[in-house]
């Protein structure tokens, strides 16, 4: 869909979401088989993690701020998604950004949309 929502530190970026994809990462704050091999755990909060797929962004100066937001030297970005019947916005790290090559024509590269994997700082549900 054009236009979907991407806001990445109060900046929005017109894209086109191609697929996103949630995990919910349960995270223990302890774990400990005992000697008759029953788990013990204490949960310690679900982390929601995004996967993104992005359509080719035809303009060109979006393209080129989306870059360079996704190539900052930065710990953590707040990201703003789809989550559930809504947004979610939270604080996150980047782990990989993709982007493949399209074509090349007299020395201009043509990029394809981008794969981006958000992984979120904290847990979004805690006890």
């Not at 990445?8 to 919910?24: A, C, F, H, K, M």
């Amino acid at each position: 869909m054009e236009n979907d929502i991407l806001t990445i530190d109060g900046t929005t970026y017109p894209v086109n979401i191609v697929s996103l994809t949630e995990t919910s990462d349960f995270q223990d704050k302890y774990s400990e088989q005992t000697e008759n091999f029953d788990l013990k755990r204490e949960l310690g909060g679900i982390f929601f993690n995004y996967e993104l797929q992005l359509g080719e962004i035809q303009n060109q100066t979006t393209a080129l701020a989306l870059y360079e937001k996704l190539h900052e030297f930065t710990e953590f970005h707040t990201v703003t998604l789809p989550h559930n019947d809504g947004l979610q916005t939270f604080q996150a790290y980047i782990t990989g950004v993709g982007r493949p090559l399209k074509s090349r024509i007299n020395e201009t590269n043509k990029w394809g949309g981008y794969t981006i994997t958000f992984t979120a700082k904290s847990p979004q549900i805690t006890s």
